[in-house]
């Protein structure tokens, strides 16, 4: 797990472990997509390793997250994002938030199986992680901010990724449950076929 200093650390606030805290410190844009709905882009270049903006919303229960996904039409949105935490043999923490109704500009990212972003999970002055999104790579200006939806991440180029892994197992890791959504992401990885089920986490 990923502490930030607290109300309980003696150091200042310009401690360089408080990061994720200091909430949005970039200029971006929501913008209109061609295909994919709401997007985020950045108005500047991003280093490497840089906190973007956090994934926030209402943290739910795991039978709040399926009672609201089972709720929803295939055509909507669903906003809901799992988050599993292995802390040990035994130790499993899991986080569910929902930033449909109360959220912030981290809701308008798009999935992209090629993310240039990542997720941390990151505890400040709570038990409940603060679901933080970094610069997998250098960013330049203009370009649209994704991370991977279910999760994964690699900075390797598209060839890397496909000699490790077939296209066929690829598959069948990200398309194991009933309910899917078409991807748009347009990488040459793309699986074509997200899971919107709540049940790949069991």
């Not at 882009?41 to 229960?61: K, W």
């Not at 038990?127 to 200006?141: H, T, Y």
């Not at 890791?173 to 074509?192: F, I, M, P, Y």
Request: charged share 20%; with cysteine.
């Amino acid at each position: 797990p990923v502490f930030e200093c607290n109300a309980l650390c003696p150091c200042s606030d310009s401690c360089s472990n408080r990061v994720v805290q200091r909430g949005l410190r970039l200029r971006l844009e929501v913008f209109s997509t061609k295909n994919r709905g709401w997007g985020v882009r950045t108005l500047e270049a991003i280093p490497h390793g840089t906190f973007v903006c956090e994934y926030a919303g209402e943290v739910i229960s795991f039978e709040e997250a399926r009672r609201r996904q089972l709720a929803q039409r295939s055509e909507e949105n669903n906003y809901i994002i799992a988050v599993r935490e292995h802390a040990g043999m035994d130790s499993i923490t899991e986080t569910f938030v929902d930033p449909a109704m109360v959220g912030n500009v981290g809701r308008f990212l798009n999935h992209s199986c090629q993310p240039n972003l990542f997720m941390q999970p990151v505890r400040v002055h709570s038990v409940v992680p603060r679901l933080a999104l970094f610069a997998g790579r250098n960013i330049d200006a203009q370009e649209e901010l994704t991370f991977d939806y279910s999760g994964g991440y690699s900075n390797q180029p598209p060839v890397e990724l496909l000699s490790s892994q077939s296209d066929a197992a690829i598959q069948a890791s990200r398309t194991d449950s009933l309910q899917r959504k078409e991807c748009r992401c347009g990488a040459n990885n793309c699986v074509q076929l997200l899971p919107l089920d709540l049940s790949i986490l069991n």
